[in-house]
């Protein structure tokens, strides 16, 4: 089930699946800005090796268009150390673009995390 957070205009969700995880998150912005990608120091003891940068940010982008609401991608933050499970982080951009045209709550995000 995934976990939603928030740190000032970034949102964030944590999602598990079995072994598989991530912690990713987006904010939003013009229409005519090119999104960017922020890697985030690893949280935990857990490395499940590189991961490719443009993979992310393509998947997260795909998963936020899929969510077919009016929202732009301004910039995406991942965390060294998650699984490359591409599919994953396009499943996330989606959940992050549906919740934020939503309202959907989200939970504050310690100081320390992001």
Known sequence: MP???R???KYFVSY???PSHVLVGVSFGAADAS???HRQSRLAQCDHGSLDEAR???AVAAGVAAANVELHLASVFYFEGDSPSYDLYKH???LLAQRVAA???FSPMAENDA
Do not use: A, R, S
């Open 7 to 9: 740190k000032d205009d």
């Open 92 to 94: 996330c951009g989606k």
């Open 56 to 58: 992310i940010l393509e």
């Open 103 to 105: 309202g959907g709550e």
């Open 35 to 37: 999104p960017d990608i």
């Open 16 to 18: 598990v699946t079995g």
């Open 3 to 5: 976990q939603y957070l």
